[in-house]
């Protein structure tokens, strides 16, 4: 079965730092482009942060400059690197992407999801 696996969240201080990851699998799956999004209680589902396939980045203002986003091809991951944690940042975190297994397309993919959690 062709799916985005998430790991990496969890608890953590304001101040503090969490690196999220995202992995295709099986590994013979490459990853497009993709964006990063997160859902707060009683809150729609917002994008932070997104990466192409060729390296290009993009993040919401709220994020900016705090939150980093990089991929490694060889092991087809993205990650999601997040420095200087504030309460505003507790979500759950889901990646989507377009996903490649041979000829095959695999659109709108989304992890399951992982929950960071920031504490005052």
């Known amino acids: 079965q062709v799916q985005l696996v998430e790991s990496g969240g969890g608890l953590v201080q304001a101040g503090g730092s969490l690196r999220l990851s995202c992995a295709a699998s099986?590994?013979?799956?490459?990853?497009?482009?993709m964006g990063w999004y997160r859902q707060a209680p009683g809150k729609q589902r917002e994008l932070v942060a997104t990466?192409?396939?060729?390296?290009?980045?993009n993040y919401a203002d709220s994020v900016k400059g705090r939150f980093t986003t990089s991929r490694d091809n060889a092991k087809n991951t993205v990650f999601l690197q997040m420095n200087n944690l504030k309460p505003e940042d507790t979500a759950v975190y889901f990646c989507?992407?377009?996903?490649?297994?041979?000829?095959?397309?695999?659109?709108?993919?989304w992890g399951q999801g992982t929950q960071v959690t920031v504490s005052s």
């Open positions: 099986p590994s013979t799956v490459s990853i497009n482009a």
């Open positions: 989507n992407a377009d996903l490649r297994w041979g000829l095959r397309m695999f659109r709108d993919s």
């Open positions: 990466i192409t396939s060729g390296d290009s980045t």
